[in-house]
């Protein structure tokens, strides 16, 4: 998939502020079709509802640590969806954990990101996402 300026975004995290900031990092970078979720419940069926609507989101950014359903789960439940198996999918945590990679991994994870971050780190992320 190339890298386009309009590609749907969902961006998915608790906190109001890091929505802000990623939405305004991915901007930066030049991306105009952004949405957010404040968490992956809702996430899961905003992906739903625009896949049903035939407006498909396109890449999903989202946090891991959540209050109801973590970014991890939604991944699993994006994987474990055929329509969505090859969704592409960037995790942020704060979790430098090694661990937390392998788990991201083995899950399907597109890329990880570690906070904090710079908007330069998230594009050179999105770069290898979309090659």
Same mark, same amino acid.
């Given at each position: 998939? $190339?890298? @386009?300026?309009?590609?749907?975004?969902?961006? #998915?995290?608790?906190?109001?502020?890091?929505?802000?900031?990623?939405?305004?990092?991915?901007? &930066?970078?030049? *991306?105009?079709?952004?949405?957010? $979720?404040?968490?992956?419940?809702?996430?899961? &069926?905003?992906? @739903?509802?625009?896949?049903?609507?035939?407006?498909?989101?396109? *890449?999903? #950014?989202?946090?891991?640590?959540?209050?109801?359903?973590?970014?991890?789960?939604?991944?699993?439940?994006?994987?474990?969806?055929?329509?969505? &198996?090859?969704?592409? *999918?960037?995790?942020?945590?704060?979790?430098?954990? &090694?661990?937390?990679?392998?788990?991201?991994?083995?899950?399907?994870?597109?890329?990880?990101?570690?906070?904090? *971050?710079?908007?330069? #780190?998230?594009?050179? @992320?999105?770069? @290898?996402?979309?090659?």
């Amino acid at each position: 998939m $190339a890298l @386009k300026a309009d590609m749907k975004i969902l961006v #998915v995290d608790d906190m109001a502020t890091m929505r802000k900031i990623i939405k305004n990092m991915l901007g &930066q970078i030049g *991306f105009t079709n952004l949405t957010e $979720a404040d968490d992956g419940a809702p996430a899961w &069926q905003m992906i @739903k509802d625009a896949t049903e609507l035939g407006i498909p989101y396109e *890449f999903i #950014v989202s946090d891991w640590n959540m209050p109801k359903m973590s970014g991890l789960d939604l991944l699993k439940h994006l994987r474990e969806t055929p329509e969505y &198996q090859a969704l592409p *999918f960037l995790m942020i945590t704060a979790e430098a954990e &090694q661990s937390n990679v392998v788990i991201a991994v083995k899950a399907g994870v597109s890329n990880f990101i570690v906070k904090p *971050f710079s908007a330069q #780190v998230l594009k050179e @992320k999105i770069a @290898k996402i979309f090659p």
